[in-house]
């Protein structure tokens, strides 16, 4: 009974009911008021200039749409760099074609350092830069190489050992190609003749030539030389006195 009693006479929790009511009428969403300040902010915020990308189509602003060999011209600075380019490739008897993926800019500067140091210089630009500055020269032929990653390692001298060893510690930066001499060659022939010593190449194909035209190769590719300079002279020698004897018999 007395837990009957206790049941009945329980404190029941307060429920409240809550129900959302908008406030003077309804929202217009396709026309919805714009309060004073918010007017006054995109007045502001109005562009007054004209629109260059107005009327163009998604594939017009899209740079990629238009492929690798897109129809911009470069500005003003842009040509000035493309000119700098040209001359560190015209100028540098090696450079050196990199693949950059990410690597911290701390092992960057280590790099530039060390290519200091052996009298190389780091550089990257831009793919429409470099692909104006190697347009109609030499060194077209790496242009299916270049990329947003490419960077390039100029040099006044042929030096390819010490920049293996330089990259051979760091894996973020691969060498695809390379030029030598106005000359371009892939990884492979670019390690292969960048390494070589042409002195020892030219003493050996120059021994080479000679075994095979039996020690004498000289006078044999000089033969007909040789003796097409002999016989002018005894021709001329020939004539000489004969012309003096004239003159002498030539009456006053």
Known sequence: MAHLVKNAFQLTPNQLL?????????????KPKVFYKKAVVNALLTPFFINPNQDKTLDELCRNALGEKGNYELGPYEKIIAKEVRN??????????????????????????SLKMANMYYK???????????????YEGISPLLSQNT??????????????KIFKKCFQIYMMAGILEG???KYDYFIKYGSMDMTSAQLG????????????????????????????????????????????????
Not at 18 to 27: A, E, H, L, S
Not at 228 to 252: F, M
């Open 183 to 185: 000359q371009v060659f």
């Open 18 to 30: 809550y129900q959302q009511k908008r406030y003077r009428g309804k929202i217009n969403l396709k």
């Open 124 to 138: 990257k630009y831009g793919t429409r830069i470099v692909r104006k500055a190697i347009e109609d020269s030499p």
């Open 205 to 252: 194909l120059v021994q080479v030539l000679q075994n095979a035209g039996g020690v004498n190769l000289n006078q044999q590719l000089t033969h007909h030389q040789t003796t097409l300079v002999a016989r002018l002279k005894q021709i001329g020698t020939n004539e000489t006195p004969s012309n003096e004897n004239e003159e002498e018999s030539v009456p006053v």
């Open 88 to 113: 560190w490739f015209d100028n540098s008897k090696m450079v050196a074609c990199l693949h950059v993926n990410s690597i911290k800019e701390n092992d960057l500067f280590d790099i530039k350092v």
């Open 151 to 164: 960077a390039f390692v100029f040099s006044p001298d042929i030096n390819v050992a010490a920049l293996e």
